[in-house]
């Protein structure tokens, strides 16, 4: 089993930062990618940004030139640095990591909230 823990959410004021952490553990044999999703009320889950292995990332729209997505090979953890946040961030912030000969969905954090305020 693996689990994730993740870690950072919370209130913030537009225009104001968050760093979001999501740290593996358990039975992992190697890591490939790593990503963070969010869900706001009422809407589909969406892609935020992904990181793989080698460290190549992609990301939405909506979020590039604000979020920053990193990751710790050796700790197993995944960041979601967050700046110029918008009150459309709000939303449920979930960690996703794949793993060698693991679900070809991965595994899925928890969820951490994320609130901005106008």
């Known amino acids: 089993q693996v689990q994730l823990v993740e870690s950072g959410g919370g209130l913030v004021q537009a225009g104001g930062s968050l760093r979001l952490s999501c740290a593996a553990s358990g039975n992992i044999f190697s890591i490939n990618d790593m990503g963070w999703y969010r869900q706001a009320p009422g809407k589909q889950r969406e892609l935020v940004a992904a990181i793989t292995s080698g460290g190549s990332t992609n990301g939405a729209d909506s979020v590039k030139g604000r979020f920053t997505i990193s990751r710790d090979n050796a700790k197993n953890t995944v960041y979601l640095q967050m700046n110029s946040l918008k009150p459309e961030d709000t939303a449920v912030y979930y960690c996703?990591?794949?793993?060698?000969?693991?679900?070809?969905?991965?595994?899925w954090g928890q969820g951490t909230q994320v609130t901005v305020s106008s």
């Open positions: 996703n990591v794949r793993i060698r000969y693991g679900p070809r969905n991965g595994y």
